[in-house]
């Protein structure tokens, strides 16, 4: 619109020159509005930032600002709330507090200290207020459970909505946090290529959570990096995002570029555990009977019954399996054959606008129960992380190492280093 809108206005030979210049100004202000107003809305800039290559490059630019660069806050504010969680002002309870943020996001900002027995740590502070902010935008669930029917004709909007808000409102409690991040570390403890910061316990609080500090290289410089190390950072990203659910039953819900920072080697350090979604046991059986019909067995017929048993699919809709297998299948295409398969833009843009298609007669016929919610994520962050690194694996072999139902030998370097370490873990067990 902004583009459109310069092009009006500006002389016949400025159009072009005045459209890009308006365009970047319009950018710089959404991102700008975005990050003050921190919460849902930031999140959703930080979201559009990444998910799609269709995105004007000027907006995606400024939105990416949004992923650890928000706007902060002043730093009277961040020792108002340390000492309110504390009971101490920073510069007591820290050996060396630094009031400049590291990062600012959506919902606090991360200072560096030291703690007073000589430990770097990452302090994460609570914007004041934020938790109203996104409790007031979450609130009318009900104004959204009759919005989302509009975008997906089959979706039940009161689960969909409740489902999200209870999510996000748990992201408020740094507490809740601390024992999700507590729980990943103790899952990798001296993982070979992925590493989960420890919590410090008696410096966290609701709106304060310090952890061990991390330090690596920043997604956008990643990308700069070789076809090869980038291949072994998308190896990483696939194996903690599947290793989880299929062996931990938990998967961290908010995969965006500001969450991870990467050293040579495929090793990475995954932050920010405020959205984690425990799976039940019967749910993640679900997960492995969608791959056992559709990938191991072939049964067309016999996946579109346990979407339909699960309430993805609508029973009885007037589709032909042929059809459910096409629309679904596309999001199992990294893995439906073994072989390397490059995740690119055009796969990833793709994602997205099928699941956004309301002119597809299957997506017509889709809702989401509440574990498939946060599991779309998969689709819109994890892929197109992958296709932003334009990653290369055989996906389908290190899938096979991970999923319950084959436990493959390992496939890869990174594989095998991650086997080795798991005899190791089973080995020192009681």
Known sequence: MAK????????????????????????????????????ALMKLGQL??????????????????????APPMAAEL??????????????DAFAHFDPV??????????????THDGRAVAVKVQYPGVDDAIRADLANTAMLARMLPALFPSLDGRVLATELRDRLLEELDYRREAANQHRFAEAYRDHPFIH??????????????????????????????SQDERDLAGETLFRFVFRGINRLGIFNGDPHPGNYLFKPGGRITFLDFGLVREFAPEE???????????????????????????????GGADLTTDQVVEYFGHFYALVREPGPFTVGSDYASETVRRIFDRTSPVAAAVDLPPMFVIVQRINLGLYALLARLEATADWRRIAEE????TDGPPSTELGRLEAAWARQRVAGSP
Not at 56 to 68: I, M
Not at 402 to 405: I, N
């Open 284 to 314: 993640t059986h679900v997960f492995n009977q969608m791959i056992q019909t559709l990938i191991l067995d072939g049964d067309g017929e016999g996946y579109r019954q346990v979407l339909e048993d699960v309430g993805l699919l609508r």
């Open 48 to 69: 559009a930032s990444f998910i799609d290559e269709g995105l004007p490059e000027p907006f995606r630019q400024a939105l990416a600002t949004l992923q650890s660069d």
């Open 402 to 405: 991970l999923w319950p139902m």
């Open 196 to 225: 989960v910061p420890d919590v410090v316990g008696e410096l966290s609080t609701a709106r304060v959570l310090t952890t061990e500090l991390a330090e690596g290289a920043r997604f956008e410089e990643v990308v700069t990096w």
């Open 78 to 91: 961040v020792s108002e709330v340390v000492t309110a969680e504390l009971g101490r002002r920073p510069d």
């Open 101 to 114: 943020p590291l990062a600012a996001a959506s919902i606090g900002q991360v200072h560096r200290a030291t």
């Open 4 to 39: 459109n809108v310069a092009r009006r206005l500006a002389p016949p030979e400025r159009r072009d020159e005045v459209a890009r210049a308006y365009e970047l100004r319009t950018a710089e202000q959404v991102a700008r509005s975005l990050g003050q107003m921190k919460g």
